[in-house]
């Protein structure tokens, strides 16, 4: 396990254990949305910002990753849908964990919406995932969220438990997850998930003090961090909004800190 708790370490801050990770897998799912066009400066932003890894898929590297800002961890997205599927909460494997190390990345992710019609293969692949990533020391993100037609709200705090447990019994090192709108609430999914938690960002929120408020709370609960994309990389100022968030997960910052930081709107 050497090479996975030295890989892990180029993701998670070693000092706090804790992480910053910003996907950018948001292309294939619904396009060349605003933030994910110039990807060098983003990502750029980002790691100068503060955050501990970026999140992609393998044809977004060669356009982005490291250029001329400090480094930064690389996460390779390993599953992936469009929106303009019929199937979009069927995540289907598009890279494998061969194909990670041979790009060089520190660590992968997967993808799976528990409750879905397909979620007999997500499982299926979330396991055959992890056994590799076990064999080559590979650390191993799970995006697990509770989607699918009998799924009321996939904010509910027993369904979000659920999905996150799914994804440490079937092997996942971090599990990203939906937070659910309380420290109480969330403090029950942190503790039946048993592996560490970083939460979703979710759809772009009104405001700068709600991200910053959600992020807090979520590490009163006992969260590890956070896996926010849309909030950070169409922020009007990028690498503020990153270096906010970091100050608050990294450094134990108040949320008033970092809004003196970033200028809260």
């Given at each position: ?5 030295i ?40 790691a ?5 890894a ?60 528990v ?25 191993l993100i ?15 705090p ?82 503020a ?25």
């Open positions: 396990m050497y090479g996975k708790s890989r892990m370490e180029r993701i998670v801050d070693r000092r706090t254990g804790n992480c910053v990770i910003v996907p950018m897998d948001h292309g294939v799912s619904i396009g060349p949305i605003e933030g994910l066009v110039d990807m060098k400066k983003t990502v750029d932003d980002v100068n910002g503060g955050a501990t970026v999140l992609m898929h393998k044809g977004l590297i060669r356009f982005s990753h490291r250029t001329s800002g400090r480094d930064i961890g690389l996460i390779l997205h390993l599953s992936a849908s469009t929106d303009l599927g019929v199937t979009s909460n069927c995540k289907t494997l598009v890279a494998s964990v061969d194909e990670s190390l041979k790009i060089g990345a520190d660590a992968v992710s997967v993808h799976v919406n409750g879905a019609e397909s979620e007999a293969v997500m499982l299926s692949d979330l396991g055959m995932i992890a056994e590799d990533c076990a064999d080559w020391g590979m650390p799970a995006m697990a969220y509770p989607r699918g037609p009998k799924i009321v709200d996939s904010y509910d027993v369904a979000v438990a659920h999905a996150a447990r799914v994804a440490t019994e079937l092997g996942a090192d971090i599990v990203k997850c939906s937070y659910t709108g309380d420290v109480k609430t969330f403090e029950k999914v942190v503790d039946g998930a048993l592996a560490p938690l970083v939460i979703a960002g979710g759809p772009k929120m009104k405001s700068d003090l709600d991200i910053l408020n959600m992020v807090y709370d979520s590490l009163q609960a006992g969260g590890k961090g956070v896996s926010i994309g849309r909030n950070i990389f169409q922020h009007q100022d990028v690498e909004m990153t270096r906010a968030i970091s100050d608050i997960v990294l450094r134990g910052a108040t949320v008033k800190e970092a809004c003196q930081t970033l200028g809260c709107q």
